[in-house]
């Protein structure tokens, strides 16, 4: 199977949507067959969302803080450590690759492996759907699988549409952390992670068993910062071709900031942003931190 990334078109499947030419709709139903070994864990998020945040945490985890060992690794999602699942050929890889089994997906739960439910780890990362929205404006200029947005409003658009890949932002974070207690899951926010990312580390750190000294933990947060990430190659996805990638579009580590979203939206479209939030987010019993 091949991966054209110039066709960026949206495929409906079984109420998500996915990418034609990146994502395979056969494949992506056997995932929920998979076997699941206890010491597989899957990260979980709606795009731009800080998948590669937790993946370079997960990676200096398993490396000790070490960063050298990151270093070599040519790029994060398709190499070896941490690859999507719902990418093409990856889902047969993850059969017979040797654990521990790291593993990334934007998908939503109904496509997950049944065997989370006794096996495995989760760990759900959200971020508040304002700055979601931003940051993922500007990948679609840089991602060549995603449609280049005609504008900020039309693109807002569709964001609350949920007519994007991950489909909607209310939909993802409400149906996983549904889920939460179904299997074994850490839920965790970006904003959390920005306030005390050291906090955020020792959480990760307890939930995946690691045990790791004072100096270390204190390496692995040192490299997981933004400033020291966004020197890193891999982290700005540096690797990945430019059939794939528009690399003068923008850096993957673009801001790393919360509210980033008071700099795009109009008065108007925070107001029309507010009523949608609150109106699919009234049950919710998490709150979201829009500005620091
Ligand atoms: P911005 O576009 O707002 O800067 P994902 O990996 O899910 O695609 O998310 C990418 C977003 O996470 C980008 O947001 C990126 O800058 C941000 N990010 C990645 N690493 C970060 C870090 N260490 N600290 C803060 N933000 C980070």
Redesign the pocket.
Known sequence: KTQNHQNHELVPHKGFKLISGTHDPDDVDQIYNLEIRDSDVFVV?Y???????MQQILLLLESKGDVSAIRQVNNYSNGDLIPWIELNGNRQAFITAPSPRLRVTHLQYQFMPSALSHKGKVIYVARNPK?VL??YF??HKVANMLETPKDFNDFFEKFLQGDVFGCSWFDHVKTWHAHKDDMNMLFITYEEM?QDLQSAVERIALFLGKELTDEQLANVVKY???NN?RKIPQANYEQVPGDLLSHQQGKF?????VG?WKNHFTVAQNERFDEVFNKEMEDFPLSFLWDV
């Open positions: 998020t795009p731009k969302s800080g998948t590669i945040w700055d931003v940051s500007y990948f920005i997981s910062t933004f990430m580590m673009r801001k790393g900031t980033d």
